[in-house]
């Protein structure tokens, strides 16, 4: 049911994880003076972007939900505008859950807490203050607003919408954690009052209903409390206090499904809060949610050989690539070996096991290009082939983003390739002296095939 109101009224407008204030804000501002929501500008940004309160119902119950205290944690925020879509939706066979909704609860939404973080999508806020370190001291704009915010509406709810990064597993498994749940900490002890009780009765309801759609991929993330933190505070001022953290699921880079997925959740929670309907969950449950682990890469090999002088050595090498965003708000990667050694606990979104293939570095082409057009990735493996692994280009694209397999760079010269922890990972995987697999940029190239993958690189 759940499922079919998301493909109804997801926001069309919105597709990728890169989105800006300025692609919500008319999504906000349109419901202004609209008979079921209340619009406010809470106050601004440090660089002066509103900050929204969209408020719905008129029950008993309060709700505070909150998204994006992290720039570069998104998810949330698209979920919220889909939910919004949902509330104003009618005649379609949702009508008596919406009416659940107005006469028992009052719904106060908050998105995107930290604009100049979304616009450049980074974490922190434009002082380069960590939001969710603030509720304690709020020195930010945007901390002191949503504290202020909290002390106005009192709730008797909350929920604290972010994003964990992608390496997280859950524990033993390659599975990585799509949803972690969180009831956090009110004090060092992780005593458990009836507030918090509440909010671990709510993630009961929320991970059975996740079970259906991820079997296993929900995990708990760490519990240590943190004083500064938001929702360690919100629970601690006496609201039931549920983080909602957004992970991976394979092949959804852009998390559109864990979009759906937070759609669904909340909205079952906001019903199980507006008919109590989670008070008969026992809280032991919560409990037997595994902690998270964070033993991910984007690429594990397993059994490289390696020399050095003239030893050989037999190690595995896990593989990381970390976005980085371009003005264009487009991202490329830069990859770096995360370890190296026995990684048998550890595991790879793309795993291969080197059996008799050794590191073998690469050479890079003999002539220069004369621009990034002088290329393709046909011809990137063709030289991928022969053992190039990178080339010059003569002149620098004007966007340095590009999708060829080849270390492309413009200036000076390439250092060897080598195995060293937090190199970036260009080199071969030879049998026999002849190249059989490339990874450039941390992508594994499989040479006997023609290159599918989308590879996010750039011109160094
Ligand atoms: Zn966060």
């Known amino acids: 049911m759940l499922d079919r109101a998301f493909e109804k009224y997801r926001e069309p407008s919105i597709t990728h994880r890169r989105f800006k204030h300025a692609d919500i804000e008319p999504l906000i501002l349109k419901r202004k003076g609209t008979k079921l929501f209340k619009v406010d500008s809470l106050g601004a940004s440090v660089q002066g ?21 992290h720039g570069n944690e998104p998810t949330a925020t698209m979920a919220l505008m889909d939910l919004f879509n949902f509330l104003e939706g009618h005649g379609d066979g949702f009508d008596s859950i919406r009416k659940l909704l107005r006469t028992k609860t009052e719904l106060h939404f908050i998105p995107m807490v930290n604009p100049d973080g979304t616009e450049i999508f980074n974490r922190r ?70 507030v918090r009780r509440g909010a671990m009765q709510l993630i009961v309801g929320m991970n059975r209903l996740l079970q259906s759609y991820i079997p296993g991929g929900v995990a708990r993330y760490d519990d240590t409390h943190t004083p500064r933190g938001f929702g360690d505070n919100f629970q601690k001022w006496g609201a039931s206090t549920v983080l909602i953290e957004s992970g991976a699921y394979k092949g959804d880079p852009e998390k559109q499904y864990i979009r759906k997925l937070n ?47 003239s030893t050989k050595y037999t190690m595995d090498v896990a593989i990381r690539r970390d976005e980085y965003t371009t003005d264009s708000g487009l991202y490329y990667v830069r990859s770096h070996m995360e370890d190296i050694g026995d990684l048998l606990d550890d595991f790879g979104y793309v795993e291969l096991k080197a059996e008799g293939l050794e590191f073998m570095g690469g050479k890079v082409y003999p002539s220069a290009f004369p ?48 195995l060293h922890l937090g190199s970036e990972a260009n080199f071969f995987l030879a049998r026999n002296g002849k190249p059989v697999y490339a990874v450039i940029n941390g992508y594994l190239i499989d040479l006997s095939k023609e290159p599918t993958d989308e590879y996010r690189n750039y011109v160094q």
């Open 125 to 194: 806020n434009a002082m380069d203050i960590d939001l969710n370190r603030d509720a304690r001291a709020t020195m930010t704009p945007e901390g002191k607003l949503l504290k202020g915010a909290a002390e106005r509406i009192k709730p008797a709810y909350g929920f604290n919408l972010h994003d964990h990064n992608i390496y997280h597993n859950v524990p033993g498994t390659a599975q990585p954690t799509t949803i972690s749940l969180l009831a956090p900490a009110y004090n060092y002890e992780r005593e458990v009052n009836d």
């Open 371 to 418: 621009n990034i057009n002088a290329l393709s990735r046909v011809k990137a493996i063709e030289l991928l082939r022969q053992g190039f692994y990178a080339a010059k280009l003569l002149t620098m694209p004007s966007n340095r983003h590009h999708n060829i397999p080849l270390l492309l760079f413009n200036k000076g010269s390439l250092p060897g390739a080598s």
């Open 263 to 309: 759609f669904m959740i909340i909205l079952n929670a906001l019903l199980e809060i507006a008919s109590s309907s989670y008070t008969q969950y026992d809280a032991a449950e919560y409990e037997k949610i595994p902690f998270n682990d964070s033993r991910l890469s984007d690429l594990m090999i397993r059994g490289l050989r390696y020399q050095i002088n």
């Open 49 to 69: 972007r509103a900050i929204y309160e969209l408020s719905y119902g008129q029950g008993d119950k309060k709700v505070m939900l909150w998204s994006q205290m």
